[in-house]
């Protein structure tokens, strides 16, 4: 759902024509994506509101290590895929474009109605939030699109090896990945730590099971901070989207943003679980919070040692003993 009176894909109006009529351009430096794209807010002359998203590989670090442009979000909007979301499940895409290397991406402005890091949900609108998502997966079941961030990629986004691999250390976000995992091993018992530390220098394991599991369209982000809630569940920021089980996507979600739900991880996954059919098993729920592990252990560890406020320390470190007891089950249960 693109919302009324905006053009869909497919070549309603030419590229770049929805801002011939543009009044006023306001540069945003505030939003809270870490990824380098540029953003820009911008009025049309009948007071649309729209936000162009510019995506430059030379200093958008999400698409240089998930395999380089153009914008997955531009593909999947040009190859009408967004137009297949189900019910319940929209997006901001109203048009795009490549000029050379760079992506440029016109979205709705959806103001206030996306959450950011300050916004909480409540247990009802988390679970509609899960409920959403598992609808998205089973929609694209045994069907993902082409033209997707390779699964391996954006599993391994933030191991040491990709980042130094990229030469990328200099960028705040990964510094701090490179930190964290510092931190990990000490931070978690052995029996964790040493198949994790592995998994980060070779996730062929978890890979070639996840390619084994149920294979879906994954978001590949999916946090708070990339969506909003208007009369659908508004997913923003597909950057990363790729093929492989959609427990990805939640074991994400709960490793990220459970912080800031009113509702236990168990809910998260469970409300998922109930309305996600066939997109979800058991293995597919360890595959996945394995992943998310690979994903995030660095800041759940960065957090629980080195938070400088203490309550959130306390939080986080009891945040990790939960990740620490679900990867033990997950790696138990011989998912890979």
Known sequence: MVGPGWPCHGGVVAAGDVLRDVVERTVVSDHVGKSGAGLERV????????????????????????????????VLWRDGVLDRLPPGVG?????????????????RDLGDRVLTWDDRLTADQAARVMTAVASLHRTFLGQAPSGLAPLDLVLTLFTPRRIREAAVEEVELLRLALRGWELFADAVPADIADPLLALLDDPTPLVIAMERAPTTLVHGDLATVNMALDDDLVLIDWAMATAGPGAVDIARFVAGCSSVVDATREDLIGWYRAAAGPACDDRTMHLGLLSAMVWLGWNKALDAVEHPDPATRAREKADLDWWVRATRTALESGAI
């Open 91 to 107: 997006h901001a895409v109203v048009d795009g474009w490549v000029e050379g290397a760079d992506t440029v991406l016109v979205l």
């Open 43 to 74: 009025r049309l002359r009948d007071g649309r509101a729209l936000v162009v998203k510019r995506v430059d590989p030379q200093h958008d670090v999400t698409l240089a290590l998930t395999g380089g442009g153009p914008s997955k979000e531009y």
